[in-house]
């Protein structure tokens, strides 16, 4: 099986401007999550989805979103980039039998 | 929600010296995962461990669940440069979703 796959892998942008990540889970995954990585932070957790659905969120603000396709493709939507958003963006996939998950290699963002 | 603690942040040792991290939760878990992250990479799925007192081993890597189920440890055994990376332990929130929470990881750097 093809593994999660992220687009683009790296990405520069303003303070200001606004950014789009993709994110293909492993085919027959339904579960797509995101985090958030720094390293200050460490792995933080954005969001779950699951059949279109978000299912959790983490403590990021409003600015952060997603959305599901029916094909279990993934993207986040960061509005109004901050200069902190600057980060290792990942998405994993995981499958309701076994909840290991499947991490991307990872979008890098920078915001000038 | 249900957070993780993993200690120690970092740690160096000398090629053929051994490594543990801890993993450990307030509260029982009911299952705990771990990753490795190599230096550039993404995190990587190592193991699942679900019973109370569980040990499993992976070549030099032996991983332990507690007895109360509110601990873990990833030990190796004389580390070698390619064991370099950083160590994450992942345990559910105890939402409904169960989502999985990483610790802040342990980063490891073998010296030759």
């Known amino acids: 099986k093809a593994g999660v796959t992220q687009t683009p892998r790296y990405l520069i942008k303003t303070r200001g401007q606004q950014v789009t990540l993709s994110c293909s889970p492993i085919?027959?995954?339904?579960?797509v999550s995101w985090y958030q990585q720094t390293p200050g932070q460490g792995l933080q957790f954005l969001f779950e989805y699951f059949s279109e659905t978000q299912r959790n969120k983490g403590n990021f603000p409003g600015r952060f979103s997603g959305r599901q396709f029916s094909n279990s493709r993934s993207e986040m939507n960061v509005s109004t980039l901050e200069l902190g958003d600057s980060a290792l963006y990942l998405c994993?996939?995981?499958?309701?039998?076994?909840?290991?998950?499947?991490f991307g290699p990872g979008t890098r963002l920078t915001v000038t | 929600g249900q957070q993780v603690m993993q200690i120690p942040q970092y740690q160096h040792v000398q090629e053929g010296e051994d490594f543990t991290t801890y993993c450990n939760s307030s509260?029982?878990?009911?299952?705990i995962q771990w990753y490795k992250q190599r230096p550039g990479g993404h995190p990587v799925f190592l193991i699942q461990?679900?019973?109370?007192?569980e040990v499993k081993k992976q070549k030099r890597l032996t991983f332990q669940f507690g007895e109360a189920k509110k601990n873990s440890s990833l030990h190796i055994t004389a580390t070698q440069t390619t064991d370099v990376g950083t160590y994450f332990c992942?345990?559910?929130?105890?939402?409904?979703?169960?989502?999985?929470?990483f610790g802040a990881g342990t980063r490891l750097t073998v010296k030759p």
């Open positions: 509260t029982t878990l009911s299952n």
């Open positions: 994993a996939s995981s499958s309701p039998v076994q909840y290991e998950q499947y």
């Open positions: 085919s027959g995954h339904r579960s």
């Open positions: 992942a345990g559910p929130d105890g939402g409904s979703n169960n989502d999985m929470r």
């Open positions: 461990l679900v019973k109370s007192g």
